[in-house]
């Protein structure tokens, strides 16, 4: 389909712009799925702000047809971070982004007065959902921690939270495990439910951003638990894989240099999944600032995994995957943590 021609597909109400919503249902009525979850997450993140005219769509399309990364490449430094940095603002994203955490607490406070006060117990689940004998296992994990709980000022670190998503725990990345679905997701829910907490107490206090994974329409939102907390134009970096280094242009490593020129000392990590994502975003992360004095840390308290990959097995020696996972980022340097003690 010719660019003009999808444009105005996508410009429901025919003003010669598209905008955030529109794209979204636009989307879903065209049935994107798989193919175009790309160029869906590229332009929600370029119509965060504002609306986007005919000639700037089709441009941009033209752009991702054209380099090598597609989607993922220079099209991507049009965002408002670097857009924001090409106009003489470098530096401001920190700002910015503290006053939309002041927004984003003071609109849900309302709304999230019946979550529970305390996290979600992970050894008490994993009994629940696959057995004593994972629990113990888990539990015995926790223990061998060097330093399961430390306490971190707020001033020192700053938060990721990776790819909090519906897709993960109702939608396409769920429904994609088949018949133990339900089972499967149900450390990730809880992971992202304490997310949700955490983000209710500390979103407007600390440094906190987000990736998704692009997924098609519905999947692509953020999860049930931490949508209203989250304000609408929260600025994340797009993360088509396991690393949050990938893209180049999605503006991670502008935000960490950023940190770091702020005298943050300290990453903390978590979300989905514990074995993949957060395992190779903490290591490669941990190795590319390597020089910088940066201190990865994942938290397991806000992180989660598929209930099966916290059983032991042949794979892993047997260990978990979840086990093994562990014990990698320590070796890279990571430090990896039960919860942490925020001041």
């Not at 965002?79 to 106009?87: C, P």
């Not at 909090?164 to 450390?187: D, Y």
């Not at 806000?302 to 020696?317: E, K, P, Q, V, Y």
Request: glycine share 6%; net charge neutral.
């Amino acid at each position: 389909m010719p660019f003009n021609a999808l444009f105005d597909a996508l410009d429901l109400n025919n003003d010669g712009e598209l905008s955030r919503s529109e794209l979204h249902d636009a989307a879903q009525s065209l049935g994107w799925y798989w193919q175009e979850a790309p160029v869906l997450a590229v332009f929600d993140l370029l119509t965060i702000d504002n609306p986007i005219s005919k000639k700037t769509f089709t441009d941009y399309m033209t752009r991702i047809l054209e380099d090598p990364l597609g989607p993922y490449g220079k099209v991507l430094l049009n965002s408002r971070y670097f857009s924001s940095a090409a106009a003489g603002e470098k530096n401001d994203l920190g700002s910015n982004h503290n006053r939309w955490k002041t927004h984003a607490i003071g609109k849900s406070r309302q709304a999230l007065k019946l979550k529970p006060k305390t996290y979600h117990d992970r050894v008490s689940l994993l009994e629940h959902i696959a057995g004593a004998e994972v629990a113990r296992k888990y539990r015995n994990l926790l223990k061998n921690l060097n330093n399961p709980q430390p306490q971190i000022s707020v001033d020192d670190a700053a938060l990721l939270i990776i790819d909090p998503q519906h897709s993960f725990t109702n939608g396409t990345w769920m429904r994609s495990i088949g018949l133990q679905a339900e089972f499967e997701v149900k450390p990730i829910r809880s992971a992202f439910e304490n997310c949700a907490l955490f983000l209710h107490e500390n979103y407007h206090r600390i440094e906190t951003m987000f990736t998704r994974c692009p997924f098609p329409p519905g999947s692509y939102d953020w999860d049930e638990s931490i949508n209203g907390l989250i304000d609408d134009t929260q600025f994340y970096f797009i993360k088509p894989g396991n690393s949050v280094l990938f893209p180049p242009t999605n503006g991670f490593r502008n935000w960490v240099e950023y940190l770091i020129k702020q005298g943050k000392k300290i990453l903390v990590m978590g979300g989905c999944t514990l074995n993949s994502c957060i395992r190779v975003s903490s290591i490669e992360t941990q190795k590319y600032f390597k020089g910088h004095q940066l201190q990865v840390i994942v938290d397991l308290n806000l992180s989660g995994a598929r209930t099966s990959n916290f059983i032991s097995t042949s794979m892993f020696d047997g260990l978990s995957a979840v086990e093994a996972a562990v014990r990698e980022m320590i070796d890279a340097g990571v430090c990896v943590v039960q919860s942490i003690k925020w001041q």
